[in-house]
């Protein structure tokens, strides 16, 4: 199945024959074999007479040994899963020993922040979960989510994409919409020994919403930026690149040496913002992050600091 769909990627046509030929079937199990990839990745193929076959829309496919190369961890190059970082935890249960990845091409229960499920269309995107030891207690673990974010936001610098900017934790924006998502999972006790598993998901090649899905928030995809197809195996060579290196800073001189860094790149750095916690709310002027990665707030003229994964920031209006 997987030949198959390498040799369509291109969106280009291909004849019955090649197509037979190269997966060692006749010609006329073809059709079917390619009927059976349209539902379970959800495709579209095209048949017209004379000519052969077609994707709809060509793919960026990943390449085990090329996301092999690229990574100083072990990479599993999974075709679908219900979720990578659900997967990194079955990992870690059944005594696989980090650092490892988990990469998938597509998700059918994708998990976002705040119980939220995340878009995760077959070939389109990156879904990625890194999962490391925490062997140096609660102090490791702070600000680690807005570390990733950096990283990130780093990946899709080079990628091209110039002005994409961070939200308090950890979303990457750009132009007001939501380009990529980070969710930080644990297990194990933070106070001993425990592994995070660190949860990205990047809207790469998605031209639109997955059919019969609905995404709550204005999101947009690197293809929508750049207008053109991005190569998914380099910007996760790009993705690992970075990640090392800020996860490294992080490691040696804690969230505080970022902090800096991170404030220049927030894109709501002293705007008046709502923090949302369930439904209760508060409002405030951004005055940026602590050593910790805590959000400061300004509320009624005092500091006040927030943290916690269940919050959320939006925008008041007349900032
Ligand atoms: C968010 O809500 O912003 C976080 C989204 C995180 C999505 C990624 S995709 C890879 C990993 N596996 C999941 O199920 N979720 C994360």
Request: hydrophobic share 45%.
């Amino acid at each position: 199945m997987q030949s198959l769909l390498r040799l369509l990627q291109d969106g280009q046509f291909h004849s019955g024959e090649e197509l037979g030929a190269a997966v060692g079937v006749s010609r006329a199990a073809i059709w079917k074999r390619l009927q059976a990839l349209e539902a379970e990745f959800d495709l579209l193929i095209h048949k017209v007479r004379g000519r052969g076959y077609r994707l709809e829309t060509p793919l960026s496919l990943l390449t085990a040994d090329v996301l092999a190369a690229s990574s100083s961890f072990p990479v599993t190059l999974l075709q679908q899963v219900d979720s990578t970082n659900a997967e990194a935890l079955r990992h870690l249960a059944s005594g696989a020993v980090p650092p490892f990845l988990i990469i998938a091409e597509q998700q059918t229960a994708g998990r976002g922040r705040r119980g939220r499920s995340w878009a995760s269309p077959f070939g389109e995107n990156l879904y990625y979960s890194l999962v490391l030891r925490i062997s140096g207690g609660m102090r490791q673990l702070e600000g680690l989510s807005l570390v990733v974010g950096l990283a990130l936001l780093h990946a899709l610098r080079e990628a091209g994409v110039e002005d994409a900017g961070l939200k308090w934790p950890n979303d990457l924006l750009v132009g007001g919409r939501k380009a990529a998502g980070i969710l930080l999972e644990l297990s194990g006790d933070p106070a001993d020994i425990c592994h995070v598993v660190i949860g990205i998901g990047v809207n790469i090649n998605m031209r639109m919403t997955p059919r019969g899905e609905t995404i709550d928030q204005p999101w947009t995809s690197l293809r929508q930026i750049l207008g053109r197809q991005i190569d998914r195996n380099q910007f996760v060579a790009s993705l690992n690149r970075q990640l090392e290196r800020y996860l490294q800073m992080h490691q040696v001189n804690g969230f505080a040496s970022l902090r800096e860094q991170w404030e220049a790149n927030h894109l709501w750095q002293g705007r008046l913002a709502m923090l949302v916690a369930g439904a209760q709310s508060i409002q405030g002027r951004v005055l940026g992050v602590d050593d910790t990665g805590a959000l400061r707030l300004e509320v009624d003229g005092r500091e006040k600091v927030f943290s916690g994964g269940e919050l959320s920031l939006r925008l008041h209006d007349d900032s």
